[in-house]
T-cell receptor, first 118, second 113 residues
Framework: GAVVSQHPSWVICKSGTSVKIECRSL??????MFWYRQFPKQSLMLMAT?????????EQGVEKDKFLINHASLTLSTLTVTSAHPEDSSFYIC??????????????FGPGTRLTVL | GDSVTQMEGPVTLSEEAFLTINCTYT??????LFWYVQYPGEGLQLLLK?????DKGSNKGFEATYRKETTSFHLEKGSVQVSDSAVYFC????????????FGTGTQLKVEL
């Protein structure tokens, strides 16, 4: 099946620094990538949707200046958490949707990145 | 807005036991319904799906039937194995919502010998 990777798998940073997380579709072209955030024992919450070559669409309540998303190519999207603070500590998951026909295009998920801000 | 409610875990079963994980949903349109599974250290994987009422999704011995009258999509397996230990997420995708996925909170399943 289609494979999505994320890098790094975990990161620890100091408060005030910025952290970049990469999401790559390894064997298919992803027209759309999604970024989710997951808190312990809670559901995945969609943060934003990005389409290749265009600006990301953020969900209500997500600060676009804090969570910068770039989808520069059909196989790579990045999420940059700017000026990170302890409350940004979470598990960030990306997914990628391939270019397909039909009403439903399956999303393929990355393994997630654990961010801890000290 | 759309929402998914699934039973809280963790669920602990003995091998070969019958599994049911309840899932109900609220949606304004006619959603597609999914079960995803997350094994330790891995990303979510699509386990099965159903796109219209009365459809039954099945995969790896797991089944779920799209019940519009009860707005439910319960996951079942007749005989679980230790290798089924994972977190299971119920989700919906509403075309009217741009095909975004709305997830339940996940149910952790632990199967013991």
């Amino acid at each position: 099946g289609a494979v999505v990777s994320q890098h790094p798998s975990w990161v620890i940073c100091k408060s005030g620094t910025s952290v970049k997380i990469e999401c790559r579709s390894l064997d298919f072209q992803a027209t759309t990538m999604f970024w989710y955030r997951q808190f312990p024992k809670q559901s995945l919450m969609l943060m934003a949707t990005s389409n290749e070559g265009s600006k990301a669409t953020y969900e209500q309540g997500v600060e676009k200046d804090k969570f910068l998303i770039n989808h520069a190519s059909l196989t790579l999207s990045t999420l940059t958490v700017t000026s990170a603070h302890p409350e940004d500590s979470s598990f960030y998951i990306c997914s990628a949707r391939a270019r397909m026909a039909g009403d439903y295009n399956e999303q393929f998920f990355g393994p997630g990145t654990r961010l801890t801000v000290l | 807005g759309d929402s998914v409610t699934q039973m809280e875990g963790p669920v602990t079963l003995s091998e070969e036991a019958f599994l049911t994980i309840n899932c109900t949903y609220t949606a304004t349109g006619y959603p597609s319904l999914f079960w995803y599974v997350q094994y330790p250290g891995e990303g979510l994987q699509l386990l099965l799906k159903a796109t219209k009422a009365d459809d039954k999704g099945s995969n790896k011995g797991f089944e779920a039937t799209y019940r519009k009258e009860t707005t439910s999509f319960h996951l079942e397996k007749g005989s679980v194995q230790v290798s089924d230990s994972a977190v299971y997420f119920c989700a919906l995708s509403d075309l009217g919502g741009g095909n975004k996925l709305t997830f339940g909170t996940g149910t952790q399943l632990k199967v013991e010998l």
